[in-house]
């Protein structure tokens, strides 16, 4: 055991499964005192998350987006590895900046602040900082003269999970020239472009629609006097498998670098959230209550009605880390925790455990037959769960367990000042 902050940590000398973990643990617990659900946190899962990001684009600095997950271990990891951050509001520059890291290391990526919280950033020399309208200029230009600002344009995937350009980016043609001559005008300095094609990208090619856009803006910027060295590509990288994946997106990017930025003196940033937050973050949940009902509950089909189908109430739902069903528009599937005897299957829902019927988890799932004190283990629970949960109905967070291996302990961690 050792310690990353206030939590400790669990050093293992071999490399291990996480799933076989997770029943190690859960065997070990005793239901009658503590069948509560839990995480199990690999972190040699995100180090290697943040190695494949070097390996395959390594010319782009990431600037982890906090708001996809503050879970303090998974920050003080990635300030140690050298990692950049996005944070959009005081809080998080506040969680940031207190496990060591300098200022020069946050991006403010949110483009319409609280005047208090760019005093904030101000105090603590946060300068780089985002904006898509002229009303943040002067803003910016009243509080905060050491600014350092970066446009956001909108290019949007509309086929993301979660397009974020209705809310954020200004047009790229229509209006963001209009907005760095009104930088211009105000006195402000701009320092580059950026934008983010929406989380959960399925389009690589949104990526180099903005990065052309991106290049002829810096052009435009230039010819106002500004230095425009910065080009932040944003989020949209996915955290696990996906049918679009990472490195075909990197791909893209990289070639789209190539054609519209070559040779580049440019400082290359990315925003990636669910890419680090995802996988590490493996749920174990207790089913807490099963009842048997006829299939035809559960299908609304009648001439099911003579078999039998189950209602599970597992103690973590959509009040808590499956939030994410509603927030983020995903669907996880999990499975029971340990393999079962029988291969036959009956249709089944799994319920979140609060009075609510909107906390449903997974409807109409074929699934073989489990008891009271069973576990479901749902992978790939660590973007936009916690970060957005609550307590609603008195039903506590999963607890998080740590792990990682004592080699990657001894030769990566150990030593960082942020530990
Ligand atoms: C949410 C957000 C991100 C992270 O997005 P992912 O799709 O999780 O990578 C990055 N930048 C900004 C400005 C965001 O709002």
Redesign the pocket.
Known sequence: MELIGNDKVGILSEKFDVKQLARDIATNKDLQLNDSSFMVVSIDKIIERFQLWKQQLPMIEPFY?V??NTDPVLVRILATLGCGF?C?SREEIDIVMNTGVTADRLIY?NPCKTRSFIAHAMQRDVRMMTFDNAEELVKVAKLHPNAEMILRIAVSDPTATCP?NLKFGCDPVLVAPQLLKKAYDEGVNVVGISF?VG??CNDATAYKVALQHAKNLCEIGEGFGFKMDIIDM????PGSEHKNSFENIAQVIREAIDEFFPDTEKRLIA?????FAAAPFSLVANIIHATEVPASKITKNEKDGGDSGYMYYINDGVYGSFNCILFDHVHPTGGPLFDQDSDQKFVSTIWGPTCDSLDLVEDKKMMCKLQVGDWMYYPDMG?YTIAASTTFNGFARPSMIYVMTENVWNSKIKDSRHI
């Open positions: 987006a708001k996809c996005d959009a990526a974020l983010h989380s959960g944003g989020g949209g990288f925003e990636p959230g669910r890419f973007a």
